[in-house]
């Protein structure tokens, strides 16, 4: 059995900030390529599914890496997994900023960045819980907080310094590299909470969720999860592609706009998302996707109209839809899942709403290899959001994890 080490032993008044700030640390090396795709695809001379592939890699770090790394915390200790990732995510940010012209080394920095962030959700979260002894609720909401930060500035700063600074393919992949061994040094001094840690029974065993079956996980939590990341990498991954002429002088920071409104309207509405959710109803689940629904009306206008207010629009939006599917995702997995269940069923939700930074790739391939345009491409995706809300509905009150 893994046991915890009381806070109160740390010292220092607030013992989970330099924890906090390894999470942003992560965060914002998860994301500042994002604002930066323009750049590749317009003065790099790569591909738009190309461009968009590079965005995808780092789910193919993030996903191993949130589903091993907490049961490898459990059994070894949080500083063992948490440490080495601010400096996972400057490595890949040194490949990223040395390969500007190399399809290789960009691929394999974004997969770094995803291992840290990886680690930084699955442990860093828990480290945070565990060493906020002041306020044990506020854990996971200083978690949150600090992804959602690491987010938001790693976007707003590559964004404008790639715009305005010299140097743009390497000045912000720096500016991060120095944050992350900041983080590490402000690691280095923060004790271990586990400190008991149960090494007796096989790690696969770790590795079984049985509530992942769950009848209500898959009939209300999966048709939502997708949309979580599929909704924000429309916001800021294809609708800066497609207004990159449509936006002055200025299309790599107008790029960084888009993430930055996008991020903010989900970091703003998740608290309304909390006020709506209840346990007898799938009701923050139903609005969420709703949401959805209406930014996606709003990008298939806004990839036809193809003007700023309207991108900004469909980009806040969709921002919303995002914020609100993931934080009542969460509220379903928390009550679906038992006590030994809710790292390993919240790592498997994050890992499926990860998969929906497939869909700029997906949808780049679509339009380049058929006679498909992005309005309609997204007018499918309308449909698909209304086929997702009615399976919720229809499920909405059944299923309850009471009645398992």
Not at 225 to 249: E, I, N, Q, R, T
Not at 314 to 319: D, N, P
Request: glycine fraction near 10%; proline fraction near 6%.
């Amino acid at each position: 059995m893994t046991t915890t080490a009381p806070a109160s032993s740390t010292t220092g008044t607030r013992p989970w900030l330099p924890v906090a700030l390894g999470m942003l640390a992560v965060a914002w090396g998860g994301n500042e390529f994002t604002p930066l795709l323009v750049m590749y695809r317009e003065g790099y001379g790569f591909s738009p599914v190309v461009v968009d592939v590079f965005l995808f890699a780092y789910v193919v770090g993030i996903v191993p890496a949130l589903l091993v790394g907490g049961p490898l915390s459990d059994r070894y200790g949080r500083r063992p997994l948490m440490l080495p990732a601010p400096l996972i995510a400057a490595a890949g940010s040194l490949l990223i900023a040395l390969g500007s012209h190399t399809a290789a080394l960009l691929s394999a920095g974004r997969v770094l960045s995803g291992v840290a962030l990886g680690l930084g959700m699955a442990v860093g979260g828990s480290w945070v819980k565990e060493l906020s002894a002041d306020s044990p609720t506020a854990g996971a909401r200083r978690a949150a907080m600090s992804l959602t930060a690491g987010f938001a500035t790693g976007a707003g700063v590559a964004g404008v310094l790639a715009q305005w600074a010299p140097w743009p393919d390497v000045l912000p992949y720096a500016v991060h590299i120095g944050l992350a061994v900041l983080a590490t040094l402000a690691l280095a001094g923060v004790r271990e909470t586990v400190v008991d840690g149960d090494r007796t029974t096989p790690l696969r065993d770790d590795l079984r969720i049985p509530t992942a079956g769950h009848a209500r996980f898959l009939t209300v939590v999966l048709p939502v999860a997708p949309w979580v990341f599929g909704a924000a990498s429309v916001a800021y991954a294809v609708l800066p592609g497609l207004m990159a002429d449509h936006a002055g002088a200025f299309p790599v920071a107008f790029s960084a706009l888009l993430g930055v409104v996008a991020l903010s309207s989900g970091f703003a509405i998740q608290a309304l998302g909390r006020r709506i959710d209840t346990p007898s109803s799938a009701r923050a689940v139903l609005v969420a996707l709703a949401i959805v629904v209406v930014g996606m009306v709003l990008v298939a206008v806004a990839a036809d109209v193809l003007v700023v207010p309207m991108a900004l629009l469909a980009a806040a939006v969709l921002g919303g839809g995002y914020g609100m599917a993931m934080v009542s995702g969460l509220q379903e997995v928390q009550r679906i899942a038992g006590p030994r269940d809710l790292a390993g069923l919240t790592a498997v939700f994050y890992s499926v709403t990860y998969l929906g930074f497939a869909v700029p790739a997906l949808l780049a391939l679509l339009v380049e290899e058929t006679s498909l345009t992005y309005p309609e491409l997204f007018g499918a995706g309308v449909l698909l959001a209304v086929a997702s809300f009615a399976v919720v509905a229809r499920n909405s009150r059944r299923h309850l994890p009471a009645s398992r």
